[in-house]
């Protein structure tokens, strides 16, 4: 079915996500966003329903016997014909120019009833074994409605472990070497000289390419940025505060000698921009005793970073656990950082926090 070195399952979810953030990219640029409220509180968007339809009728194409973990489902679509019908255009308008390119991953969504399908394919529990792809159709949903970053994530979990990450960042320069500035999370657009297509697989490395309306991009190996310095670090961090604790953030910053401003940024946007060297530090700090990380707001990124030559742990300094279920109910917060540096900075986390972690 899949090959050893997972070259098709890469390619799958590059030319998926690929084609799904031509439709994010219609609905960020129209006016009614279609925004509604989940029981969470947290906005959705007709892209997130229309984005996870588009990319689970790829995977289910090509492996229709691996899993699904995705955020949506098509509860509310049933209900709401107005909202459904907004989907279904976009999902009808979402394709790739090159129809042979188009055709490898499985072609147009052929009706509404498969559309709510593909969407309710998403629902799958999770677990430590098979491969079960989790997928998040609009990471940073409050950056995307706000004119922030946003990104489109797949990732593939084989028995639980991080095994293919591919994110799709509209709003990210193409240039890998720009480097992040306070600025880079607010104000951002899809303009010229921006789009870029993250992927990686386990053991193979990490690498980026423009986004394109076709076929893929020509590849360019990419990793993290040497710190020499820590002292001259920038870091990431969530721009909600009830993602990521920022005053403690800044006090980490503090201890490590760390002077520049943070950037603030929506969505796993903030993994490959560190995995690429533009960042260098990750830091999303518990808010809560009770918050639990969705998996999908993580796989994807994990890899990629991993492959860039960085470390991805938990604010305790353990391994995130990816085979309980659908969140990582057994890891508080998470830190990336190049290797050479990660322990001194998980020394410092735990300093600032505690026993606030354990």
């Known amino acids: 079915m899949s090959t050893s070195n997972y070259s098709k399952e890469l390619e799958t979810?590059?030319?998926?996500?690929?084609?799904?953030?031509?439709?994010?990219?219609?609905?960020?640029?129209?006016?009614?966003?279609?925004?509604?409220?989940?029981?969470?509180?947290?906005?959705?968007?007709?892209?997130?329903?229309?984005a996870q339809a588009l990319i689970i009728s790829s995977i289910k194409h090509i492996f229709p016997e691996d899993e699904i973990v995705g955020e949506e489902d098509a509860d509310d679509l049933r209900k709401?014909?107005?909202?459904?019908?907004?989907?279904?255009?976009?999902?009808?308008?979402?394709?790739?120019?090159?129809?042979?390119?188009?055709?490898?991953?499985?072609?147009?969504?052929?009706?509404v009833e498969d559309m709510l399908s593909a969407i309710d394919g998403g629902r799958s529990a999770g677990g430590?074994?098979?491969?079960?792809?989790?997928?998040?159709?609009?990471?940073?949903?409050?950056?995307?409605?706000?004119?922030?970053?946003?990104?489109?994530?797949?990732?593939?979990l084989v028995d639980g472990e991080p095994t293919v990450g591919v994110i799709g960042c509209p709003n990210l320069p193409v240039d890998d070497k720009e480097p992040l500035t306070t600025t880079s999370g607010t104000n951002a657009d899809d303009s010229e000289g921006k789009g870029v297509l993250f992927g990686a697989v386990k053991g193979r490395g990490a690498t980026s390419r423009p986004l394109t309306k076709s076929g893929l991009a020509p590849e360019q190996k990419i990793s993290m940025k040497p710190i020499h310095d820590?002292?001259?670090?920038?870091?990431?961090?969530?721009?909600?505060?009830?993602?990521?604790?920022?005053?403690?953030?800044?006090?980490?910053?503090?201890?490590?000698?760390?002077?520049?401003?943070?950037?603030?940024?929506?969505?796993?946007?903030?993994?490959?921009?560190?995995?690429?060297?533009?960042?260098?530090?990750y830091l999303r700090l518990p808010v809560s005793q009770t918050y639990e990380e969705k998996i999908w707001d993580h796989a994807a990124g994990v890899v990629i970073v991993q492959e860039a030559g960085g470390v991805v742990t938990d604010a305790a300094g353990k391994k995130l656990d990816f085979g309980i279920g659908r969140t990582l109910k057994e890891n508080k917060g998470v830190i990336a950082a190049p290797a050479a540096v990660h322990g001194r900075v998980i020394e410092v986390v735990k300093e600032v926090l505690g026993n606030k972690q354990t």
């Open 13 to 50: 979810a590059l030319l998926a996500v690929q084609r799904a953030t031509l439709l994010t990219k219609s609905v960020y640029h129209s006016h009614a966003k279609g925004t509604l409220s989940k029981s969470d509180s947290s906005p959705v968007t007709i892209g997130d329903f229309g």
């Open 80 to 111: 709401d014909e107005k909202l459904r019908e907004q989907v279904w255009e976009l999902v009808q308008a979402a394709k790739l120019e090159d129809q042979d390119v188009e055709a490898k991953i499985g072609g147009p969504v052929k009706s």
């Open 128 to 156: 430590r074994k098979g491969r079960v792809w989790a997928l998040d159709p609009i990471d940073g949903t409050k950056g995307f409605l706000r004119g922030g970053q946003y990104a489109v994530c797949l990732g593939l």
């Open 230 to 281: 820590i002292t001259q670090a920038t870091f990431c961090e969530s721009v909600e505060a009830g993602h990521s604790s920022h005053s403690e953030a800044a006090a980490i910053a503090q201890k490590l000698g760390i002077t520049k401003e943070s950037v603030r940024m929506d969505s796993q946007a903030k993994y490959g921009s560190i995995a690429r060297g533009a960042g260098d530090l």
